[in-house]
């Protein structure tokens, strides 16, 4: 079987200072690639160091939507020229988000708006960020459909919803959530079975989201085996089958 990856992760986080280089080695084993995932400006920037430092990792660059506040003119630019980075694959996490709102919804809208256009004027794709946000962050992905694409992370939307996201290009990654107890999860892995597997990505969205058996533990990107597991299975597919597509498809959308 081939290996596994992780394509949302958040390794350059304190919950790893006292294990990271122990813990990197271990994913280094047992993942093909991961994507470390930027969040504000100093993550964005970790997340291009280790892209230098290890061939299996990826980066992004963006502000995710708790952390606008230190949005500017010049830290715009400066994700333009991290954008160009070669093994900066997307733009992201950006986004909605409604459930901490640490900003009025007017003022994530705009820099959701801002940094889409650094992923259209780069031509890179974008991962979403969207908490209890999804009509407003539709809205906005529609303004830019057929110029931007991406990913959803750890997507808690509606089918009807994934259904016209998937018709724009869309990919829905799943995580922790989809292994989890419980009505919300219940309807998480209806949307899995709705979303075709050519769409589907895994993740873990480390530290974050451990997945069963692990939940409450901090969350490592080799826990992303529960997560897949789980999807081979609401697919009814054998997990060579399901793990072949599965990588094929963060390949094509990040052009790994
Ligand atoms: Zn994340």
Redesign the pocket.
């Known amino acids: 079987m081939e290996n596994l990856y992780d394509s949302?992760v958040?390794i350059n986080l304190n919950q790893y200072d006292k294990n990271r280089e122990k813990i990197i080695k271990m994913c280094e084993n047992k993942l093909d690639f991961m994507i470390n995932?930027g969040?504000d400006e100093k993550s964005s920037e970790q997340s291009i160091a280790y892209s230098f430092q290890y061939d299996f990792i990826y980066a992004t660059v963006g502000v995710?939507p708790t952390n606008i506040k230190e949005y500017t003119d010049k830290l715009e630019k400066r994700l333009f020229k991290m954008g160009k980075e070669e093994k900066v694959v997307a733009i992201g996490?950006i986004g909605l988000d409604y459930h901490w709102m640490k900003d009025p919804k007017d003022y994530q809208k705009e820099i959701f708006r801002r940094q889409m256009e650094i992923a259209r004027k780069l031509n890179k794709p974008v991962v979403i960020?969207s908490r209890e946000a999804q009509d407003d962050t539709f809205k906005i992905l529609e303004e830019f459909s057929n110029e931007v694409y991406g990913v959803m992370?750890?997507y808690a939307g509606d089918i009807e919803t994934m259904k016209k996201l998937k018709n724009m290009g869309y990919y829905f990654s799943f995580s922790g959530p989809v292994t989890f107890k419980g009505k919300r999860s219940d309807y998480t892995r209806k949307v899995v079975k709705n979303t075709p597997i050519e769409r589907i990505l895994i993740e873990t969205?480390s530290p974050?989201l451990a997945p069963q058996p692990m939940r409450g533990k901090v969350n490592v990107p080799t826990n992303v085996e529960y997560v897949f597991e789980k999807i081979a299975e609401i697919k009814n597919m054998s997990k060579e089958k399901a793990l072949f597509i599965l990588r094929n498809n963060a390949k094509e959308i990040f052009g790994i």
């Open positions: 949302h958040h995932i969040i995710h996490e960020h992370h750890t969205d974050f």
